[in-house]
């Protein structure tokens, strides 16, 4: 059974009586990412869903104040009826986890969720101004606000963000929007292998052209996107957005520079929509599967280093977004958690992170980077200040908390 | 002058062990490290807010980041408070120390440690300036965003401390935005790393939580920062409008009409004045409000941009459109605004107010702001960012006058909480410091004061980190 509090008191309410009796609760949304993390104690499931709907929507000021439980569509249709959107392009985890239901806007949040534009525009967490949440002792809190300047004491609104339900419960959201770019247009260079595509996104990124997505899909997985339509070879993509007379002397000005890495060639507004959308949500890996599949952080640089030096030991594939430094890798088999993230110190850090994997594998595999002792122990202290009785899905992100 | 704000009473236990804390302080510094002698302590009583000052039990310059670690061990064990300085441009009196204080300089780890255009990023030590990154990596083609005023001096141990933003963080956002990774050190000389080259946190996002902290949770010792490749071309565009609530609204329909300028400040009439005395910017005399706006890009899209936003404030009856015309022209117009505190500060004491408001609130905000210091009998000069709704109301008044003083404080606060009250904030990016410490429970409630202060007494828990700061003085938990 779910628990589904129509009201911050009700919400307030089940977590004072979770609390004093000992029960644990597992905050959640959709429930579209279900699966995910570290198994739990066993929690009940407590969901946002039954506070929804949009509270304060400014488009002139480029502001909204959100329910925690709202759709995550009713959000995008609204912020669309205003040509704004959310610029870290949230992705959708349906198709790579195989769960059903919506999305809400909470979850976003407290997952951190953010798409290919996130190297440059920011992680959800850069676009929320506020919140409210009920910690876990039941009391209200409100965090930040609505405005986009604020130092006004310690920034709770972070630590919020992409804690996965594990400090709080979300119950309201205020974020910043942006216009919708009024034209977006792709530059491909074709037939580069990873450390190739790796130089070419580098050198793209140091131009004046203001590139908003950078992603390189090698053989294995380019047929998956736009339905077969990119041309021949490995695919290197680079995405321009803005009024389109600029787009357009942009697009030129990087085809060109590109072409001295190899064949360059353009997909017009539509298509291009549709190829970010699939590289956001992880097409080629909305496979069906359990296999295991990581989402990897690390520098741009040393993307594809990690992806050579693992293919040496393990059967993965993989494609890059970000400039190389988003790694989505599924492995063949073992998850070779250990060697994977052997390889991210050697390499300089960052963080791996198991999205999925099946039953019994992902019982005995941290699906967060196991932190070091001085931070692990710190997020544990931070945990016990927002949540003492370690009611909310104790666990889920590791060890204590 | 008066002092309204109060300090935490000194911890008689340290003062009384001054000389052996000194002694042992020499042990773990070099020489050249450790400053103690009355009259060396006089430079670091104070920070940009002018108006409090306590000289501290000695001050503290490390090289390494080891050599702060020793200092922080030994202060954590004998129960040392200990104040984080980076150049001291604080304007809310961050880094003001107290008696019983040993100030922690960073104005020793001021080297740029490695710049990496692959990934687009700067690793420096805490004390190197602000502007001396963009200065390191510009002729490369890059440049750090984030572009306080203080810019020249302030530092970017600071600017994390305070969250710090600048002109044109309307498009770029501010330091949390352009913040990879630090290295700092535990309140009990732990060495933590959070962050680095790769987005996101692993687990909580404490790199996000420590950013703005204003050195209660750490002290930063280097910084990973993000780089962003210069834009093609720059231009600062001045509007004239007859009134500030003219020029206030353009800011909203601007906004509003889905372009981003990559700044949009605003200069009321006293402001102008102050500031082309000082700068011979050529900003017009003869209106009551100023815009600069500043669009980027490729000359076609600039004026493309242009052309939208004059069409917008010709809707809104600007007088006067002047678009710089050369780099010179356009750097002038930067200089004009960004020694606007400076150049004020030659012709009287000011205290520099820092408060948000949602931009639908802008004119309403400047109208009651004067409302107040007229009530009060003083002048205000408003310069501030427009596009973000940072106000920074300048009340000037005169500091030897006792009286005066008291006054602007008084009106400083009235604006603060007409922020606030405005669905704003205290503070955009200037931080809480002591100035607006006692005005924290008009923008939070008791539960919501109750869970920072916890959060922050998970790493210091004996409030020895810049204990003054941020949080009213009463109420706290006891330890």
């Not at chain 2, 004119?363 to 960012?385: M, P, Q």
Request: with cysteine.
């Amino acid at each position: 059974m779910t628990l589904i509090p129509t009201s911050e008191v009700d919400a307030a309410y089940i977590i004072r009586t979770a609390a004093s009796g000992g029960k644990k609760l597992a905050p959640c949304g959709g429930s579209t990412r279900a699966g995910f993390g570290n198994s739990t104690e066993p929690a009940e499931k407590m969901s946002s869903r039954g506070l929804s709907g949009i509270v304060d929507y400014e488009p002139a000021e480029m502001v909204m104040t959100v329910k925690a439980g709202t759709p995550l569509l009713e959000v995008e249709a609204a912020l669309a009826a205003n040509r704004q959107m959310m610029s870290f392009e949230p992705m959708d985890h349906r198709g790579i986890m195989g769960t059903t239901g919506e999305p809400t806007i909470g979850g976003v949040f407290a997952g951190n969720i953010s798409g290919p534009r996130r190297f440059v525009g920011g992680a959800a967490r850069d676009s929320l101004l506020g919140i409210r949440f009920v910690n876990g002792k039941g009391e209200l809190i409100r965090a930040g606000g609505r405005v986009m300047k604020n130092v006004t004491g310690l920034d709770l609104v972070k630590l919020l963000a992409g804690s996965h339900g594990t400090l709080g419960f979300l119950t309201e959201v205020t974020f910043r929007v942006l216009p919708m770019p009024q034209t977006v247009e792709t530059v491909v260079i074709s037939g580069l292998d990873d450390a190739e595509a790796a130089r070419a996104m580098a050198a793209a990124m140091a131009l004046p052209v203001e590139v908003s997505g950078a992603a390189h899909l090698p053989a294995s997985v380019k047929g998956r996107f736009i339905g077969g339509g990119l041309p021949e070879g490995e695919a290197t993509v680079l995405r321009l957005e803005g009024l389109s007379a600029s787009v357009a002397v942009r697009a030129d000005k990087l085809a060109d520079a590109m072409a001295a890495f190899g064949p360059v060639s353009r997909i017009a507004m539509d298509e291009s929509q549709a190829l970010w959308r699939e590289i956001r949500d992880v097409h080629p890996y909305a496979d069906g599967t359990r296999k295991p599949l990581w989402r990897v952080s690390v520098a741009p640089s040393v993307g594809h280093q990690l992806v050579a030096a693992l293919r040496l030991e393990a059967g993965i594939d993989a494609f890059y977004d970000w400039q190389g430094g988003l790694v989505w890798m599924r492995m063949e088999a073992d998850p070779e958690a250990e060697l994977l993230r052997r390889y991210i110190k050697a390499l300089g850090g960052g963080h791996a992170t198991l999205m999925r994997a099946p039953d019994a594998v992902q019982a005995s595999t941290p699906a967060f980077e196991p932190q070091p002792d001085a931070v692990a122990l710190l997020s544990v202290r931070v945990k016990q200040a927002l949540d003492p009785a370690g009611i909310f899905s104790p666990g889920k992100m590791g060890g204590n908390f | 002058m008066s002092e309204t704000i109060q300090f935490l009473p000194p911890r008689q236990a340290v003062l009384s062990r001054r000389t052996a804390i000194i002694a042992d302080l020499a042990d773990l510094l070099p020489p050249d490290c450790l400053v103690h002698e009355p009259r060396e302590l006089v430079p670091f009583e104070t920070d940009a807010f002018v108006a409090y000052r306590r000289v501290p039990l000695a001050v503290v310059l490390p090289r390494t980041t080891a050599e702060v670690a020793a200092v922080m061990k030994y202060c954590h064990r004998y129960g040392v408070p200990v104040v984080p300085r980076g150049a001291g441009t604080s304007l809310s009196g961050g880094a003001i120390p107290q008696e019983d204080a040993v100030v922690l300089g960073l104005s020793k780890m001021s080297r740029i440690l490695e710049v990496d255009y692959a990934n687009r990023t700067a690793t420096v030590q805490a004390g190197v300036t602000n502007l001396s990154i963009s200065e390191t990596v510009g002729a490369d083609g890059f440049f750090y965003a984030p572009d306080p005023s203080s810019q020249l001096a302030c530092t970017i141990g600071g600017n994390i401390g305070m969250n710090s933003g600048g002109a044109h963080c309307l498009k770029y956002g501010v330091t949390t935005n352009n913040l990879l990774g630090v290295k700092m050190v535990l309140v009990d000389g732990t060495v933590i790393e959070l962050g680095g080259k790769h987005l996101d946190a692993a687990g909580y996002d404490l790199l996000g939580l420590v950013c703005g902290s204003e050195g209660q949770l750490g002290i930063v010792t280097e910084a990973t920062v993000r780089l962003i490749a210069k834009p093609e071309g720059a231009r600062p565009v001045l509007f004239g409008f007859d009134t500030s609530e003219e020029a206030g609204s353009c800011v909203a329909d601007v906004i509003g009409s889905g372009i981003i300028p990559v700044a949009i400040e605003f200069m009321d009439k006293p402001a102008i004045e102050i500031c082309e005395a000082f700068a011979h910017a050529g900003y017009p005399l003869d209106v009551g409000a100023l815009l600069i706006v500043e669009v980027e890009g490729s000359e076609a899209e600039m004026d493309a941009m242009l052309k939208e936003i004059v069409e917008i404030a010709g809707r809104h009856g600007v007088k006067t459109v002047r678009e710089s015309q050369s780099a010179m022209e356009a750097a002038l117009i930067w200089k004009g605004r960004k020694s606007a505190f400076g150049a004020t500060g030659r012709i009287a004491d000011y205290i520099c107010m820092d408060g948000t408001v949602p931009l639908g609130k802008l004119s309403y905000v400047l109208k009651k702001t004067s409302e107040i210091t007229d009530s009060f009998g003083l002048r205000v000069a408003n310069v501030f960012h427009a596009g973000d709704g940072n106000m920074h109301p300048l009340i000037l008044f005169n500091a030897n006058d006792p009286e005066d003083a008291a006054k602007a404080e008084a009106a400083g606060n009235e604006i603060l909480k007409l922020c606030v009250d405005a669905g704003g904030c205290l503070t955009g990016e200037h931080g809480v410091g002591i100035e607006k410490r006692d005005l924290m429970r008009h923008q939070y409630s008791e539960a919501d004061l109750a869970q920072q202060m916890a959060v922050r007494a998970a790493f210091d828990e004996g409030w020895i980190l810049n204990p003054s700061k941020v949080f009213p003085l009463e109420g706290r938990p006891t330890t």
